[in-house]
T-cell receptor, first 114, second 116 residues
Framework: DGGITQSPKYLFRKEGQNVTLSCEQN?????MYWYRQDPGQGLRLIYY???????QKGDIAEGYSVSREKKESFPLTVTSAQKNPTAFYLC?????????????FGEGSRLTVL | AQKITQTQPGMFVQEKEAVTLDCTYD???????LFWYKQPSSGEMIFLIY??????QNATEGRYSLNFQKARKSANLVISASQLGDSAMYFC?????????????FGTGTRLLVSP
């Protein structure tokens, strides 16, 4: 079945460590996104990519980095510079960045900093 | 800047009854789209329904309908004949067409609890 796979589902990290969240899609979508969700808040955009080898910062990009070397993959690295990284992270995709259709989401990765 | 407001942190409804989840939005862009997503406790975001700003009729998808009142800038989700499986968080989101890419701005969500 086509969809978006995020891994790991749960991740624990010590302060000062970088961690990478995986996002893979087999929908043949051009555009991919990373959102962060905190309790009591909506989703906030971290980074997005409209096409391979291209990505732009979203609203809360500080302390995060991404890459888009393959169409199917859009990994997110949470760096030690991110002051409050404990959150639920959602990866999404859509057929094209300018399409009017809905975003498809993965099941999310929950990161806890110990 | 565009903004989505969901004023109901939580809603309760009995099984088989209808419920309305409120959403108001603010944008200066004449062309926009409104989405509703459901987030069960498992975490994934499930697309429910979409309404374009130029759509003449309210969107419907099965038991879901969107009560779109453009002048009031509201896009309320109506769930008819609630089921226990409808218990979840519900998010309203808006996309401005002229941003050049599909950036969705989300509200803070409403938690719906359906009781037997």
């Amino acid at each position: 079945d086509g969809g978006i796979t995020q891994s790991p589902k749960y991740l624990f990290r010590k302060e000062g460590q970088n961690v990478t969240l995986s996002c893979e899609q087999n929908l043949n979508h051009d555009a991919m996104y990373w959102y962060r969700q905190d309790p009591g808040q909506g989703l906030r955009l971290i980074y997005y990519s409209q096409i391979v080898n291209d990505f732009q910062k979203g609203d809360i990009a500080e302390g995060y980095s991404v890459s888009r070397e393959k169409k199917e993959s859009f990994p997110l690295t949470v760096t030690s510079a991110q002051k409050n990284p404990t959150a639920f992270y959602l990866c999404a995709s859509t057929i094209r960045a300018t399409s009017t259709g809905e975003l498809f989401f993965g099941e999310g990765s929950r990161l806890t900093v110990l | 800047a565009q903004k989505i407001t969901q004023t109901q942190p939580g809603m309760f409804v009995q099984e088989k009854e209808a419920v309305t989840l409120d959403c108001t939005y603010d944008t200066s862009d004449p062309s926009y789209g409104l989405f509703w997503y459901k987030q069960p406790s498992s975490g994934e975001m499930i697309f429910l329904i979409y309404q374009g700003s130029y759509d003449q009729q309210n969107a419907t998808e099965g038991r879901y309908s969107l009560n779109f009142q453009k002048a009031r800038k509201s896009a309320n989700l109506v769930i008819s004949a609630s089921q226990l499986g409808d218990s979840a968080m519900y998010f309203c989101a808006m996309r401005e067409v002229n941003t050049g890419f599909q950036k969705l701005v989300f509200g803070t969500g409403t938690r719906l609890l359906v009781s037997p």
